[in-house]
Structure formats: structure tokens, C-alpha cells
């Protein structure tokens, strides 16, 4: 999970936090924050972060909730 972390952080400029690390061995919640200019940019944003992580091969995003304020 760790690694997945310091990579969103590096590749998008995020904060990132594990929720929940003792839930199961194989599985892990993350959440992260980010700040845009408008929310057109914030959720282009959160479909890029989305893609990337299932783009690794090693994640599999089962739920994505999404507050914007």
C-alpha cells in the first residue's frame, strides 16, 4: 500500500492517507485530497488518479466516493 501511496503522491501532487490498514491482508482504502481551480479540473483530476491506479495492474478499485466542496 505503500508503494501505491508515494506514487500518487509523486505522479499527482496529492495528499494520500491509508484508512482502515488493518482490514484485511490483501485489501486497503486509501483517501486523498487535491485542489483545483474549478470542478471540471478536480474531477478530470480524480478520473486520472482512478485510471492510474487501475492502470497498475496490481490494484483493483472495488468502490469510488467522490466529495467535492
Not at 494520500?16 to 487535491?34: S, Y
Not at 480524480?46 to 492510474?52: A, S, Y
Request: negative net charge; proline residues 1%; hydrophobic residues 40%.
Amino acid at each position: 500500500m505503500n508503494s501505491i501511496k508515494q506514487r500518487l503522491k509523486n505522479r499527482f501532487n496529492l495528499s494520500v492517507i491509508e484508512i482502515n490498514p488493518d482490514i484485511a491482508w490483501n485489501q486497503g482504502q486509501i483517501g486523498f485530497a487535491c485542489v483545483g481551480e474549478d470542478e471540471m479540473t478536480v474531477k478530470h483530476m480524480i478520473d486520472q488518479i482512478g485510471r492510474f491506479i487501475e492502470d497498475d495492474g496490481r490494484y483493483e478499485i472495488i468502490q469510488f466516493n467522490i466529495q467535492i466542496y
